[in-house]
């Protein structure tokens, strides 16, 4: 009987799924969701939009979610520093189902994707699910930050690896690290026969001054701006991710997309959500208050903590990455292990949350942190 692993894709053969733990701890601050619970006046207005919309589930949704890209194009044009048309705005359930509809219209058998790890772990798992060939682009600036990434060094691995995708990330998951802008005008000058994507899931955690490549869409066609709502809007479990682009190549996604992907509640409850805009995002400043405290506090230990413009921090320094994880689990905290060597991720939460895990450090520094060299 010929068994499931060998009907499987061979390409897909002995890979695993992703899945970042998903443990009932007191402290959970592993997959960068914001802590704090959508308030009682937004979930009345959730509530409300869903309602309205019940009767009507027997009909299918609205193809086109008009009225959910006119509110994302309204709500990019008053943050983002540019304005933008709805025709100009994408929309899937996740960040990552929009990331699926980009490689499967312009990736695919014989196509290649470069990224710059480590980065978005998703970037490559999605990549090779639509037969398109991942290669793994470096990190690292000399006399700046190992995970940093120069218009110099992206550059000559675009011109080295001729991609038809390129993915950059600003903030950078797992590094918190922003891009000059600099980057993505060099790389997509560099790349003429590729999409550009700058992934921006975590752009409203920021530090001030920090720009998005939002203001460079216009006279770049080729050139993709990601974002989600999971993060800052606190609306992880709404599953709601977008992008803005050319609407030429917005078009093109209409060709990859399943009929009616979005459903109505998905769409009424994301409009609900942008109605409500700045309640949501109240919580960011506080968010971003804990996040330097983490990074000021953990260096005070010996720690390495990378400075960030995201809601989590990386963390290095540490001996055994693996029995730190562990001792902090077994704390009742649980935050990321990312696969680097001596390093950590922990999402910025709520104050009380913060204390917990410091509290958790301070005590394992002393005996987990990695002997400095002489």
């Not at 939009?49 to 194009?73: C, G, M």
């Not at 929009?98 to 994707?113: D, I, N, S, Y």
């Not at 994507?197 to 770049?220: I, K």
Request: glycine share 8%; with cysteine.
């Amino acid at each position: 009987m010929t068994s499931i692993e060998q009907l499987l894709r061979p390409d897909l053969r002995g890979r695993t799924a992703y899945g970042a733990p998903q443990l009932e701890v007191p402290v959970r601050l592993n997959t960068n969701e914001n802590s704090y619970a959508v308030p009682d006046d937004v979930v009345a207005a959730i509530v409300a939009a869903v309602a309205e919309v019940a009767p009507t589930l027997n009909r299918y949704p609205d193809r086109e979610f008009t009225r959910l890209r006119e509110d994302l194009a309204s709500y990019l044009t008053r943050t983002g520093g540019v304005a933008l048309d709805p025709a100009q705005l994408w929309a899937g359930n996740g960040s990552n189902e929009v990331l699926l509809h980009l490689l499967q219209a312009f990736g695919g058998p014989e196509r290649t994707a470069l990224g710059f790890t480590p980065a978005y772990s998703m970037h490559p798992i999605i990549t090779r699910t639509t037969g398109t060939r991942w290669v793994d682009g470096l990190r690292g600036v000399p006399g700046a930050g190992e995970f940093d990434l120069d218009a110099e060094s992206a550059v000559s691995q675009v011109k080295e690896h001729q991609p038809h995708l390129v993915f950059l990330c600003s903030p950078n998951n797992p590094t918190g690290t922003a891009l000059g802008l600099d980057v993505v005008e060099a790389v997509h000058e560099a790349a003429p026969g590729a999409v550009v994507v700058v992934d921006e899931a975590y752009a409203e955690f920021a530090r001030p001054g920090t720009p998005s490549a939002l203001t460079l869409l216009q006279g770049r066609p080729r050139l993709v701006v990601t974002r989600t709502m999971s993060k800052a809007f606190a609306l992880a479990g709404g599953r709601l991710g977008y992008l803005a682009a050319d609407p030429e190549l917005v078009d093109a996604l209409r060709l990859v997309r399943m009929p009616y992907h979005l459903s109505a509640p998905t769409q009424a409850v994301a409009c609900a959500a942008l109605e409500h805009a700045g309640a949501l995002l109240d919580t960011v400043e506080t968010i971003k208050g804990q996040r330097d405290r983490i990074v000021t506090e953990l260096a005070a230990m010996g720690l390495r903590p990378v400075p960030s413009d995201a809601n989590f921090v990386l963390f290095g320094g540490l001996d055994d990455e693996h029995a730190t994880w562990q001792a902090l689990l077994d704390e009742g905290i649980l935050i990321r292990d990312v696969g680097l060597p001596h390093h950590l991720r922990v999402t910025a939460g709520t104050p009380e949350e913060t204390d917990a895990f410091l509290a958790a450090m301070r005590a394992l520094a002393p005996t987990h942190r990695q002997e400095q060299p002489a």
